[in-house]
T-cell receptor
Framework: QQQVKQSPQSLIVQKGGIPIINCAYE??????FPWYQQFPGKGPALLIA?????SEKKEGRFTISFNKSAKQFSLHIMDSQPGDSATYFC????????????FGTGTRLKVLA | DVKVTQSSRYLVKRTGEKVFLECVQDMDHENMFWYRQDPGLGLRLIYF???????EKGDIPEGYSVSREKKERFSLILESASTNQTSMYLCASGVWGGTDTIYFGEGSWLTVV
């Protein structure tokens, strides 16, 4: 029940394409859903995050879609660029004395020029 | 900007050695975390601390211990390194009540031979 399932494991798109990464969770107590972007040799950096009281959030070219009833959320990257090539992790967090983050297994994205 | 600094980026240690991984954050965050990142497994929580001298086990604490003597510093200790502890180790820090976000360091690559 504490797992976050992320798919696909890897993704290749052409420049300008719209890669979509999906995550699913079971625990309805999760109340914070961030996405992290990680470049090779670097630590993950927060990209965008959403709370379950909204269905969509946009920040620049990045959009989170959130479906509370289906317990799924996804990341869309509009007009993808080669510089977006990175590994993306979804996470779900629940507060129990402190916030506990559960991470997905990651999606390696490659955007071709 | 939040800065989480992991002083050792690349280490090679022998089986049985005691290993110290140090992490310092400059944002006065109460909460600090140690994760382990392995391909296909995502980020797994080893230990976390919500206050000085306080620590809690995460999902994979076996073979590890931690120390938090000062608010800004959180150390991960491998008492007797083994080859299955070869991995990337990520330190993170965060404070709750605002964005509830955790911020990662650049990671420490540990190879145990």
């Amino acid at each position: 029940q504490q797992q976050v399932k992320q798919s696909p494991q890897s993704l290749i798109v052409q420049k300008g394409g719209i890669p979509i990464i999906n995550c699913a969770y079971e625990n309805t107590a999760f109340d914070y859903f961030p996405w992290y972007q990680q470049f090779p040799g670097k630590g993950p950096a927060l990209l965008i995050a959403i709370r379950p009281d909204v269905s969509e959030k946009k920040e620049g070219r990045f959009t989170i879609s959130f479906n509370k009833s289906a317990k799924q959320f996804s990341l869309h990257i509009m007009d993808s660029q080669p510089g977006d090539s990175a590994t993306y992790f979804c996470a779900a967090a629940v507060f129990s004395g402190t916030y506990k983050y559960i991470f997905g297994t990651g999606t390696r994205l490659k955007v071709l020029a | 900007d939040v800065k989480v600094t992991q002083s050792s980026r690349y280490l090679v240690k022998r089986t049985g050695e005691k290993v110290f991984l140090e992490c310092v954050q400059d944002m006065d965050h109460e909460n600090m975390f140690w994760y382990r990142q392995d391909p296909g497994l995502g980020l797994r929580l080893i230990y976390f601390s919500y206050d000085v001298k306080m620590k809690e086990k995460g999902d994979i604490p076996e073979g590890y211990s931690v120390s938090r003597e000062k608010k800004e510093r959180f150390s991960l200790i491998l008492e007797s390194a083994s080859t299955n502890q070869t991995s990337m180790y990520l330190c993170a820090s965060g404070v709750w009540g605002g964005t509830d976000t955790i911020y990662f360091g650049e990671g420490s690559w540990l190879t145990v031979v």
